[in-house]
């Protein structure tokens, strides 16, 4: 498993995710692009929960569909680092 610990944060490469992996989707340039302090979110939920991923497919060569419990789905391109729950990771 590649993961790394960035500003405190834990994180997975998208290529490395696996199904039941809980990740932290606020402020995400793909997931959850905002842009500056004024811009709010479409998905407020992401301030105060995990995702926790349902199904990942490999689209294509640049893209890898991770569809999450809660029924979002997002692309990431497969060298993305996703900020994930740093205690999944230790266990």
């Known amino acids: 498993m590649v993961d790394r610990y960035t500003n405190g944060n834990a994180q ?3 290529s490395e995710l696996r199904v039941g992996d809980r990740c932290d989707l606020e402020g995400d340039i793909f997931a959850d692009p905002i842009f500056d302090a004024s811009t709010i ?3 407020p939920e992401f301030q105060f929960e995990f995702e926790t991923v349902l199904a990942i497919e490999r689209e294509t060569s ?7 419990e809660s029924g979002f789905s997002c692309g990431f391109p497969p060298d993305h680092w996703l900020d994930v729950d740093g205690e999944q990771v230790r266990s």
Request: glycine share 0%.
């Open 12 to 14: 997975r490469l998208i």
């Open 41 to 43: 979110s479409e998905h």
């Open 62 to 68: 640049d893209c890898i569909r991770v569809d999450f």
